[in-house]
Nanobody, 116 residues
Framework: QVQLVESGGGLVQLGGSVRLSCAAS????????MSWYRQAPGKERELVAS????????KYSDSVKGRFTISRDNAKNTVYLQMNSLKPEDTAVYCC?????????WGQGTQVTVSS
């Protein structure tokens, strides 16, 4: 079955960096675009970044553009989110997502907390 497992979150200082990983299994990663979402307490889930199946197209929300980079290694079945220049408002649970045949699959998420 489809499985997405995020890792790499934690407590980060203001202005710091962290790299999140999303390990995928149960489907052919190279066939599908992937996305990272985040949800902060009391806020709606927000699409942060997306990447096409072979990585040629990447899109970012305005709130992270220039600071975050999404990438993928299809040989390792892993998608990454490099997060730089972190701000307190980046504090959230970050989840990766894949849509397969109109079904959305999510990982359990990883918490990123930016301390000021």
């Amino acid at each position: 079955q489809v499985q997405l497992v995020e890792s790499g979150g934690g407590l980060v200082q203001l202005g710091g960096s962290v790299r999140l990983s999303c390990a995928a299994s149960g489907f052919s990663l190279r066939t599908y675009g992937m996305s990272w979402y985040r949800q902060a307490p009391g806020k709606e889930r927000e699409l942060v970044a997306s990447i096409s199946n072979l990585g040629y197209t990447r899109k970012y929300s305005d709130s992270v553009k220039g600071r975050f980079t999404i990438s993928r290694d299809n040989a390792k079945n892993t998608v990454y989110l490099q997060m730089n220049s972190l701000k307190p408002e980046d504090t959230a649970v970050y989840c990766c997502n894949v849509r397969i045949s109109y079904n959305d699959y999510w990982g359990q998420g990883t918490q990123v907390t930016v301390s000021s």
